[in-house]
């Protein structure tokens, strides 16, 4: 996948000092890793309390992209934000699982509404 035109049609949002990052289809290698230098960007600019890093649209993901999106959520917690992993589809759950996938310390709500009252929560 071209990252340039995976990060063109990259939308987040900022919603109650919240980062709403939708990741549309198919994510590669590439595009991953200039997704987490987008959102650290914003969470400094913005001084975001929380970023909902929304998967939804995702339908595949393999071990090493979603490890980069945890390492991305590692550092955002770092410049002092919380991220909730949204809308991974049962699927996508049940491969990373098979593949023993480490999810660390990470939150998952299913709806976005789940992930902004996890944010609140806090």
Request: with cysteine; charged share 20%; net charge negative.
């Amino acid at each position: 996948m071209n990252d340039s035109s995976f990060l063109s049609g990259l939308k987040i949002q900022i919603v109650n000092n919240c980062l709403l990052v939708p990741v549309n289809g198919a994510i590669d290698d590439d595009s991953v890793i200039e997704l987490r230098k987008k959102i650290l960007e914003k969470v400094k600019a913005t001084c975001a309390k929380g970023v909902l890093i929304d998967l939804a649209s995702v339908k595949v993901i393999d071990a090493f992209t979603f490890s980069i999106l945890v390492e991305t959520a590692r550092m955002i917690s770092i410049l002092g934000a919380r991220v909730i992993f949204i809308g991974i589809q049962a699927g996508v759950a049940s491969a990373l699982v098979d593949l023993d996938v480490d999810f660390g310390n990470i939150y998952t709500g299913v709806t976005m509404e789940d992930g902004f009252d996890m944010l609140q929560s806090k």
